[in-house]
Nanobody, 124 residues
Framework: QVHLVESGGGLVQAGGSLRLSCAAS????????VAWFRQAPGKEREFVAA????????YSGDFVEGRFTISRDNAKNTGYLQMNSLKPEDTADYYC?????????????????WGQGTQVTVSS
């Protein structure tokens, strides 16, 4: 069992940065793939980025455009999403997800564990 708690969301002006954190409990976190998804009001949840425990990383090709960086610190049982050059269209609830899988799925159903989400609002 893995319990995930996101933090770091907030209100930021366009062009600004935020660093989201995903704190995990559970002894096997360092063998899990960690991902970030986001969901804007009225829209489906969409994949942002994922990182596995052997250094594999994947990003959405739709909007990341080199602005976001996913990372993890297994010693701290924490995953991160650094978001730079934020745009108003990045406004959404951001969710951390994890699963005991080495591949880097981009669909929500592949992940067994989810956090409660953290809200990101980017003003123009």
């Amino acid at each position: 069992q893995v319990h995930l708690v996101e933090s770091g969301g907030g209100l930021v002006q366009a062009g600004g940065s935020l660093r989201l954190s995903c704190a995990a409990s559970g002894r096997t976190f360092n063998r899990y793939t960690v991902a970030w998804f986001r969901q804007a009001p009225g829209k489906e949840r969409e994949f942002v980025a994922a990182i596995n425990w052997i250094g594999g990383i994947a990003y959405s090709g739709d909007f990341v455009e080199g602005r976001f960086t996913i990372s993890r610190d297994n010693a701290k049982n924490t995953g991160y999403l650094q978001m730079n050059s934020l745009k108003p269209e990045d406004t959404a609830d951001y969710y951390c997800a994890a699963g005991p899988i080495v591949v880097l799925p981009t669909t929500p159903e592949k992940y067994a564990y989810w956090g409660q989400g953290t809200q990101v609002t980017v003003s123009s």
